[in-house]
């Protein structure tokens, strides 16, 4: 074969003995623009392409915030590991919870891969065990989380030689992640849950 020849038909690939075979179908490649491309040839009307569609891009999406939270957490918890004297654990807390929740992005992420190539649908969808301990651990530690953050919450200083002190920075940014992160996921997974199932 020459470097300058085309590629061989799609429908044929050559066997090591030189004989076509025509009965092996090429790799398949799932990416966000065949799944698009998979719902409009799917997709009875406009109506039901746009609502395959939302759905796709809104997954993607959310899945990108939620790697983008996580390692947000990791960063400032790193930035700011000193910062808090008055309860030193909270930015232990964003450094591990982000990590944790890096980690149990890719496990989802990685058994969705898993269970595509495998054919399963929803219904017959194999877990992987070490993802139960680790939901127990970010349940856990989200507790945690609470209680270090709630425990100094009208009794902290911005003020640095204050044995009081917490970066105000920091100090918010775990409030919020920590109070406003679980009414999002929820309210996000439960629009989802509902518009896919109509």
Not at 13 to 35: F, K, T
Not at 38 to 44: C, G, V
Not at 83 to 111: D, F, H, N
Request: hydrophobic letters at 35%.
């Amino acid at each position: 074969m020459t470097d300058n020849a085309p590629p061989p038909a799609y429908e044929f690939s050559i066997a090591d003995n030189n004989s076509v075979v025509s009965d092996q179908l090429p790799p398949s490649y799932e990416s966000l623009y065949g799944q698009i491309r998979a719902a409009r040839n799917n997709s009875t009307g406009t109506s039901k392409f746009f609502k395959k569609l939302s759905i796709i891009v809104g997954c993607t999406f959310f899945v990108g915030l939620l790697i983008a939270i996580s390692v947000s957490m990791i960063v400032m918890g790193g930035i700011y590991i000193d910062e808090c004297p008055r309860q030193q654990y909270i930015p232990i807390y964003l450094i591990v919870g982000g990590c944790a929740g890096v980690l149990k992005t890719a496990m989802s992420i990685g058994q969705r891969i898993r269970n595509r190539m495998d054919d399963r649908d929803g219904n017959n969808i194999h877990t992987n065990p070490v993802d139960g301990t680790l939901n127990c651990f970010i349940v856990c530690w989200f507790i945690a989380g609470n209680v270090w953050i709630c425990s100094i919450a009208n009794d902290c200083s911005s003020d640095p030689s204050s044995s009081r002190y917490c970066n105000d920075i920091l100090y918010q940014y775990a409030f919020w992640m920590t109070t406003g992160r679980p009414s999002s996921s929820f309210s996000s997974s439960s629009f989802f849950s509902i518009y896919v199932d109509d």
